[in-house]
């Protein structure tokens, strides 16, 4: 293709701004066809590019036969260009359409398409994903994802904003972060090591070293359980904080929560309208309630449970019916948290630990982490793990280790919630679970 020809085929603008205000000016368009409309005289071709969609006009008398025979072939996915001429129409998608002057099909997509990217057709979660990249080219898909990465960046300027250096932490590692369970075991040259479930005790050495720190990152579960917020592979974003306990990163979090809110309401109302979602801003601080006090809330109700028991789905779902939106569980049993997490002075049966709610689903688990060395391998031992399993970890507290806390977010979940959908896959570009390792 000549330098010239490759000039023609560049676009002078996007879907989006195809606007009444441009009546009459000659534009250049390159993207996808979304969706054909044919009324005898008249053909309009719905044109999809990165930023939306726009009504292209073709009015057949005003090409030539040899453009009009291969527009007859025109299909859905097929990529094009477009040259045509900007006019107010009130009858069409936002008041304005292009007609069409010339085009170049670059493009043809196979037929039958297997997934109608229009939505007329209903697919289920599993046909969604089996044709995944044509499920994102649906606007409303592909809004969840411009969402993530709002989100994604509010979170780094905000936690950078406060102090915090972002990290990135090995994910082949050779002690189980969380004692053991739930595992990949991977073959690294003869020697077993896992992929690695959180950051944990490579955040919390960190803060030796930077004090804050925060990681944003791929972390992985051989999670057995197939429900709609299980996966195998995720999101997880970490912070960890030296001098800090669970009162401190709390406040953190239920600040991030309320940035990346007003974030998304400021960049991106257009996706959460074409998502149906009603956002606001939530009102901070967020409300507190005892692991104790919410038991005790339950057996009010006819509920069983057992004092240390850890809440189960059942008992989530009834307590976020009762209370909605955010709100923090706190002081847990200290048997039912991992061996980091430290026993309360006063009680040590009960943990300086936190779960992040929102209704019923979990978003966040922290709290003060244990800053002394023989209490953590006490801990440890108690939890059935042998501390020279963990000896490197350990050595760090002979150097000076502070006091320090932290928590883990699942970045998906928020997305969940921040979407409004209720099925984790849905906001993964490719998810992953028990049953699922393909596209």
Same mark, same amino acid.
């Given at each position: ?9 560049? =676009? ?15 534009? =250049? ?214 001098? +800090? ?17 007003? =974030? ?92 992040? +709610? ?42 000076? +280790? ?38």
């Amino acid at each position: 293709m000549s330098p010239r020809s490759r000039e023609r085929l560049r =676009r002078s603008h996007l879907s989006a701004e195809i606007r009444p205000e441009l009546d009459g000016q000659s534009v =250049r368009l390159l993207g996808w066809v979304h969706e054909i409309r044919d009324l005898g005289g008249i053909k309009f071709i719905l044109l999809r590019d990165v930023s939306g969609i726009c009504q292209v006009t073709v009015k057949k008398n005003a090409l030539s036969v040899e453009k009009l025979k291969d527009l007859e072939d025109l299909g859905a996915e097929d990529v094009i260009y477009v040259e045509g001429v900007v006019r107010k129409q009130p009858k069409a998608r936002l008041g304005v359409e292009v007609l069409l002057k010339d085009y170049r099909i670059l493009s043809r997509a196979r037929r039958p398409i297997p997934y109608d990217v229009t939505g007329k057709v209903p697919a289920n979660i599993d046909t969604r994903l089996d044709h995944r990249i044509l499920d994102l080219r649906k606007p409303e898909n592909k809004a969840i994802f411009l969402i993530a990465s709002t989100v994604l960046q509010a979170i780094r300027e905000f936690l950078t904003d406060k102090g915090f250096v972002e990290i990135r932490t090995p994910r082949i590692i050779v002690t189980a972060t969380e004692g053991g369970a739930a595992l990949f075991e991977v073959d690294y040259f003869g020697r077993k090591a896992f992929l690695a479930q959180s950051p944990q005790l490579y955040k919390e050495e960190l803060t030796t070293v930077f004090e804050r720190v925060f990681e944003i990152g791929p972390f992985f579960r051989a999670e057995e359980s197939h429900t709609r917020r299980h996966v195998s592979e995720f999101t997880s974003i970490d912070i960890e904080a030296a001098f +800090m306990d669970l009162y401190d990163v709390m406040k953190v979090l239920e600040e991030l929560i309320a940035h990346v809110h007003r =974030r998304v309401l400021e960049e991106r109302p257009r996706e959460l309208e074409m998502l149906g979602v009603e956002l606001d801003v939530p009102k901070i601080p967020f409300k507190r309630y005892t692991y104790d006090e919410l038991v005790k809330e339950l057996k009010e109700i006819g509920v069983e449970i057992e004092w240390g028991e850890d809440f189960g789905t059942p008992h989530l779902r009834i307590l976020g019916e009762k209370h909605r939106g955010y709100y923090f569980i706190t002081h847990f049993p200290t048997e039912s948290k991992p061996f980091y997490i430290q026993p309360c002075e006063d009680d040590p049966k009960l943990s300086e630990s936190f779960d992040l +709610m929102h209704d019923w689903l979990e978003l966040a688990s922290g709290g003060t982490r244990i800053s002394d060395r023989s209490l953590l391998e006490k801990r440890l031992r108690e939890q059935g793990l042998n501390p020279e399993s963990f000896k490197n970890h350990l050595k760090v507290y002979d150097y000076g +280790m502070p006091v320090h806390a932290g928590w883990g977010l699942g970045f998906e979940r928020l997305l969940m919630v921040l979407t409004g959908r209720n099925n984790i896959r849905e906001v993964i570009l490719f998810p992953r679970d028990k049953f699922r390792l393909t596209p």
